[in-house]
């Protein structure tokens, strides 16, 4: 099992700044894919977005320009730099990672716990 720690979120005015990280810590043979999604009340989980291991990323068009994502393989930690929030980021945001606990395990997927990213003036 791999235990996820999420931080960095809060209460903002539009326009500022925010980055979020998720650590994961436990038994990692290999993190391979990192993601990032976010729910609002009343709304589906979104994508927001993701990155490979090699640093390949997908950013979603709500966020494009705005957010960015990268990784610290050594930490096994993925960031969300956040810029230029606007009211209708208001979310929960959890992080996503796809892994294994050893070189020969089935590939698995854990969620974090969720952290609110609330924007208002």
């Known amino acids: 099992q791999v235990q996820l720690e999420e931080s960095g979120g809060g209460l903002v005015r539009p326009g500022e700044s925010l980055r979020l990280a998720c650590a994961a810590s436990?038994?990692?043979?290999?993190?391979?894919?990192w993601y990032w999604y976010r729910q609002a009340p009343g709304k589906p989980r979104e994508l927001v977005a993701d990155?490979?291991?090699?640093?390949?990323?997908y950013i979603g068009d709500a966020v494009k320009g705005r957010f960015t994502i990268s990784r610290d393989n050594a930490k096994n930690t993925v960031y969300l730099q956040m810029n230029s929030l606007k009211p209708e980021d208001t979310s929960v945001y959890y992080c996503?990672?796809?892994?294994?606990?050893?070189?020969?395990?089935?590939?698995?997927?854990?969620w974090g716990h969720g952290t609110q990213v609330t924007v208002s003036s």
């Open positions: 436990g038994v990692i043979f290999r993190i391979y894919h």
């Open positions: 990155i490979t291991r090699d640093g390949g990323t």
């Open positions: 996503l990672l796809d892994y294994r606990n050893h070189e020969r395990d089935i590939l698995k997927q854990q």
